[in-house]
């Protein structure tokens, strides 16, 4: 199995600073033959299912605002949020499709 | 719009075995590409995927999981069944069917449709 880590466990920013969220796979989830990285950001708000924010490590799901954004490569990945919002406050979860599924530990967002 | 929407049992009994039924709308499961799977999520966890099921009925399990779980589909109901063996306290958890997303449609894919979950609780 792929394992997934992320960091921070949690963090707390100012409205209107930025957030940044790693992930971390045990293997590279870097499909040689397409050149895409398997890797999707969910968001879950307390009582509410995930929501899909990002998929192929960097494209953002029709309707997700543009603060939302992803990068990374291969096994190293970043899901920022350039200016944070009251209702970004959620857990964040990131997975990978490269071999079966798997999901991060998640990391919970929170004002400062 | 698609829809999804979990059911089956709150309680089940340690080695009982689990069957849940998502029923959705907005697609069809013998559509190409198209695939529903279940994600479980231990309260205050992280969540875990267990399976999926493709439109051509080709199924993916997780390893851990794999000699437990049976997934089926019914195309005529719009449902989609996952049925768990050997219930343990530690399988306790709220229990999603997603809809596989169409664009990132490569191997397991993502999940951009979710039911609201169910909360199975496993307790003798």
């Known amino acids: 199995d792929i394992v997934m880590t992320q960091s921070p466990d949690s963090l707390a920013v100012s409205l209107g600073e930025r957030a940044t969220i790693n992930c971390k796979s045990s293997?590279?989830?870097?499909?040689?033959?397409?050149?895409?990285?398997?890797l999707a950001w969910y968001q879950q708000k307390p009582g509410q299912p995930p929501k899909l924010l990002i998929y192929?490590?960097?494209t953002r799901e029709s309707g997700v605002p543009d603060r939302f954004s992803g990068s990374g490569s291969g096994t190293d990945f970043t899901l920022t949020i350039s200016s944070l919002q009251a209702e970004d406050v959620a857990v964040y979860y990131c997975?990978?499709?490269?071999?079966?599924?798997?999901f991060g530990p998640g990391t919970k967002v929170d004002i400062k | 719009q698609i829809t999804l929407k979990e059911s089956g049992p709150t309680l089940v009994k340690p080695t009982q075995t689990l069957t849940l039924t998502c029923t959705f709308s907005g697609f069809s499961l013998s559509t190409s590409g198209v695939g529903v799977g279940w994600i479980r999520q231990p309260p205050g966890k992280a969540l875990e995927w267990l399976a999926l099921i493709y439109w051509n009925d080709d199924k993916r399990y997780s390893p851990s999981l794999k000699s437990r779980l049976t997934i089926t589909k019914d195309t005529s109901k719009n449902q989609v069944v996952l049925t768990m063996t050997n219930m343990d306290p530690v399988d306790t958890a709220t229990y999603y069917c997603?809809?596989?997303?169409?664009?990132?449609?490569?191997?397991?894919?993502?999940?951009?449709?979710w039911g609201q979950g169910t909360l199975v609780t496993v307790s003798s």
């Open positions: 293997q590279s989830v870097l499909y040689s033959s397409n050149n895409k990285n398997y």
């Open positions: 192929w490590a960097s």
């Open positions: 997603a809809h596989r997303q169409g664009i990132a449609a490569a191997g397991i894919g993502v999940f951009d449709y």
């Open positions: 997975q990978q499709y490269y071999s079966t599924a798997t």
